[in-house]
């Protein structure tokens, strides 16, 4: 599944809501929701994932922003909300999505009323058997599976595998360092190349990536502005050094590229966000940062891009 780089968080929310028809739990939250990485072990080895807390965004007023698209209009939300009730904007707490070949698994946090959904399950021709549920998708030949994993925790797949959600009750270590950002994605190299759904913009420092063990990009909110911080894990110093010296030369060629043209970045779109780009090698490990002022962050979550 590829999603639109300008409505990606809306199109994670619409997957996420959508899954949530299949089932969700109301639990005693007694006890401690598990970490990030120890849900982000349940994913299947080799998926890349994105990840979104929704209570940050909630808190800093970036959720509204998602919620002023048009995710809300899905016919299958629709339904769901007023049959049970359920609204990603007060009742989801976060979502850790992740994406193997046409499979889609999610493991999420928050409160979910399980008769008013499971009632709901029954009348979309659901079954459940031994703990684990599923219910057909929008999609043809597709199906949303569900299955309790901790207290107020519930993981989901959707797939051409009934049973897929499954697969989320093995723990397998995940080798993605998530960042203490309230969103990023993170994929290995590997399923990064060859990549054509992100816009010319991107591709080139997506290509670079491509000879990476496995890379993180996380949005950092901090005041009026955002940073998006990019973590790259290589399997040598010199793979590094390489890898380092060819987003020193992206960025470059996007800054001759204006100058060219003449046109200077602008902070509001991508242009200026991709010439703002500084790295850093230490090790085996790359890092960069590039600065989003407001007014992008504010275009990006809104569809606007």
Request: proline content about 4%; glycine content about 10%; overall charge positive.
């Amino acid at each position: 599944m590829r999603f639109r780089w300008h409505n990606w968080t809306a199109a994670l929310l619409v997957v996420v809501a959508c899954a949530a028809i299949a089932g969700g739990l109301i639990w005693n939250r007694s006890r401690k929701v598990p970490g990030l990485a120890e849900r982000m072990n349940r994913l299947p080895a080799g998926t890349s994932a994105i990840y979104i807390d929704l209570e940050s965004l909630r808190s800093n007023g970036l959720l509204a922003l998602v919620s002023g698209q048009n995710v809300t209009e899905d016919e299958d939300y629709r339904a769901f909300v007023a049959s049970t009730g359920f609204d990603y904007r007060a009742d989801l707490d976060s979502a850790l999505v992740g994406f193997a070949n046409s499979e889609v698994f999610i493991v999420a946090t928050g409160r979910f009323d399980w008769k008013a959904i499971q009632e709901h399950t029954k009348r979309a021709s659901g079954v459940c058997r031994n703990g684990v549920c599923r219910m057909p998708a929008t999609t043809p030949k597709r199906f949303v599976s569900f299955v309790p994993l901790h207290n107020s925790m519930i993981g989901m797949a959707v797939s051409a595998d009934d049973w897929a959600v499954t697969k989320l009750q093995d723990k397998i270590p995940n080798p993605l360092s998530p960042p203490d950002a309230p969103m990023w994605a993170g994929a290995s190299g590997e399923s990064l190349r060859g990549n054509e759904s992100l816009p010319a913009g991107t591709r080139l420092f997506v290509k670079a990536l491509g000879d990476a063990k496995v890379a993180t990009l996380g949005l950092h909110t901090a005041g009026e502005g955002a940073e998006l911080r990019l973590r790259a894990e290589c399997a040598t110093d010199g793979a590094a050094t390489g890898l380092e010296s060819q987003l020193r030369g992206v960025t470059e060629v996007f800054r001759k590229y204006l100058e060219n043209v003449q046109q200077k970045p602008n902070p509001s779109d991508l242009s200026g966000i991709l010439t703002s780009g500084t790295f850093a090698r230490e090790g085996t490990v790359v890092t960069g940062r590039w600065a989003v002022n407001r007014g992008f962050l504010e275009k990006l979550l809104s569809g606007q891009l």
